[in-house]
């Protein structure tokens, strides 16, 4: 550790114990003001476990006006208060106390705790942050009952939120006024939530599964009324789905989201009172993509689905956190494939997977789903406890099949509604649900790495025994490691692309040991296997098939994943293959003859999705290549994969046109997905015939899948479409935040020359803030993350931009500051020149004053 006096405490997973008391009830008064916000709290507290007298509640940045106990104030003497907690001896087993903090939400620029955003009060207290509106016990296995009044000018804040049910509202004899809600499902203080401001409501209305009529409330700031259909059809659709395909109910009388334009994160699930970043809630086809609509679906569904996975049940301790996200994430990805294209879905899930959770899992930061410890649990909202944990959810829904799952879910909300759990007892309910034993599955909960997977396979015509023998290694979980319960769907096919096994869904092996080989009889001829169906564990499949078994698997594969990865493997083949040769005088323009036949094939073969085919003829990104290579060439990578672009585009110009021009005008995502893609490779010519048509196209759009799509390719061009369309498109949605994140993120992203001084530029642009996450997310993030060339830059540029952001960032939003951390802390994979460039820009950040513990902790370890 570079730091001594000031380094933060590690919290360790062993050192759990339960609380000695509990808090069962909450009686909260907030009274809104514009210079403090004063909290009174009235708190029942109860006997837990033996261990003594004395009470510790959380609290941060709170001004202590008075503390009472059993109805007697207690003096300073009595108590001991520090800037992080507040200590007092319980008078009995059973008592209750009051506390009165003033606290100056119109100051919070962390945006977590009771803030402001647009004028409106908001809170956000997941994941410690209703110790920054009261002291309390601040732990998710502390479940009470809560009544919250707030009270405020009703002229400013006509509309005031708490969780549950509206139990009352009025006007007080000083003229204020106040709403009390009721909400009688105990829960921990991390999913408490008011909402106080001048909003608009969009309303409907579900009837439950037992005939119970539920409110469905939308607020959105004024004028953004037209643009919550798509989210309110998504919550009734995941409502019913819900019910229909895990059997639960709703369980207050009303459900209301509230959009907010300053939000840290997606949204979050607080009890029947969900707050939501806009981004996920916010759209009509004029200003929101396709992307975006499916975003939102899925966002939506995600906190909706917490109600039973995460509130109803919840976590014991921070530690605990894929109970909930893992799961919840897995529900959400479930729901989506049945309202789309399954298919396109789990390539989609897989390509995020790949793009964020693979990365942390071999980096500095790897951790296992269920971690040990951690120094800040803001930072440990990550792509392994979200995604990795969703995969390991859907291991044991393959490892179970669909009913024996159901009946698992089942015994486990039977049995523990109510509670704050932990994996183990999710694991336990599962097992003893389905009578599936789990004991080595486990595993997957606590070793850290990616899985490689190698396989060899064997033909004997004599007796017609084909054989398997697949390997497990996992380095980063460190040689000892004991090896992992994999499920390994697998396919067999004949020489004519048909299956050989029962069901097209294939087989399901149980990789159980290090190397282990699997034996099918009666095979009449060599077979192609087709490993890892639907992606059926979160591995990484080393061994490499010639590229005529991909190109054969890429035509013939009934797996729709398993096809689309056949392709994909065989461009990267050629991208890396292009990659190396790069410097030498055979340095090839173009993918090789088997890509470019696979790829002529996609482009006349009318049957397939459109979607799906879109995602099948994107080739992977330069990110994806560079994660294919021990040292990353940042120049070659994009290089190669530009000319390749150049070389499709002209090779079949024709086709591509075509392609283009019969789904121009279609009303369908589909559609214009593959549209899009077509005008990718025609752009990438560089002819000035198809930057026009890029140019046409975006000015005739008529929504913004095509208009940000053209937008795209333009920006990359020194064309004067360039100047003349990022213009355009900034006088036409100047007024609409979500709109103008986009106009950031397509510059921070461009790859031409002068795209650094672009980037540099923006920040002074009088749209960009640092204090509003979406556009820090969309300059910042979006440059460190999607543009290689540039933030990779030898010159070092972009790094000490990166680390000047994350520096003025930790001031105002340490937990926004650490997220950005991550890009730096992936140097080991980059040349000499970079690294030593990489650390020192992590360098000049540990040594900042005032470090947060949340930027301390990601830059300490990325340095490691
Ligand atoms: N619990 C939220 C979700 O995944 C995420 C979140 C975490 C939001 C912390 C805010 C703060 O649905
Ligand atoms: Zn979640």
Known sequence: MTRTSQTPATIFLKDYKAPTFRITDVQLTVELGEETTRVTSNLSFSRNTDGGQQVRLHGENLTLVSLEVE??????????????DLTFLAPSDQFTARIVTDIRPQDNTELEGLYKSSGNFCTQ???????????????????????????????????????GNLDGHGTLKDGRQFFRWVDPHPKPAYLFALVAGDLACVSDEFVTMSGRRIDLKIYVEKGDEDKCAHAMQSLKNSMKWDEEKYGREYDLDIFMIVAVSDFNMGAMENKGLNVFNS?????????????????IESVIAHEYFHNWTGNRITCRDWFQLTLKEGLTVFRDQQFSADMNSAAVKRIEDVQRLRAAQFPEDAGPLAHPIQPQSYVEINNFYTATIYEKGAEVIRMIHTLLGEEKFRKGMDLYFDRHDGQAVTTEEFVAALEDGSGVDLTQFRRW???????????????????RRYSLTVRQDNPKAGPKAPPLHIPLSLGLLDDQGHEL???????MLNLTEHEQTFTFDDIPARPVPSLFRNFSAPVKLGSNPADERLDFLFKNDSDPFNRWE????????????????????????????????AFAALLTDEDLDPAFRAAAMALPGENYIGQQMPIVAVDAIHEARSASMRSIGTRFEDDLTRIYNQNSGQDNMGCRRLKNVALSYLTATESEDHILLAARQYREATNMTDRVAALGRLV????PEHDAALADFYARWETD?????????????ASRPQAMDDVEGLLKHPAFTLLNPNRVRSLIGAFAAGNPVHFHSISGRGYRFLSDRIMELNKTNPQIAARLVSPLGQWRRYSPERQTLMKEALNRILETENLSPHVFEMTNKSLN
């Open 125 to 163: 207290c997941e994941a410690e942050g209703f110790r920054k509106i009261t002291y309390f016990m601040d732990r998710p296995d502390v479940m009470a009952t809560f009544t919250t009044t707030v009270i405020g000018d009703g002229s400013k804040y006509p509309v005031m939120l708490s969780n």
């Open 279 to 295: 981004k996920y809630v916010l759209a009509s086809p004029e200003t929101a993509t396709d992307a975006d609509f499916d975003g």
């Open 501 to 507: 096994m029962e069901g097209a869904a294939g087989n």
């Open 716 to 719: 990359d061009t020194d064309h």
């Open 566 to 597: 056949a392709g994909q493997r065989l461009a990267t083949r050629c991208l890396l293959d292009m990659v190396e040769k790069h410097d030498s005088p055979e340095r090839p323009n173009a993918p090789s003859g088997t890509f470019m036949d």
């Open 737 to 749: 935040q979500l709109v103008i994140d986009k106009w950031f993120t397509l510059q921070a992203m």
């Open 71 to 84: 109805g007697r104030e207690i003096p300073p003497a009595e108590y001991t208060h520090t800037d992080k």
């Open 445 to 463: 909960y606590t070793q850290p790495g990616t899985p490689e997977i190698t396989v060899t396979d064997q033909y004997d015509p004599a007796t």
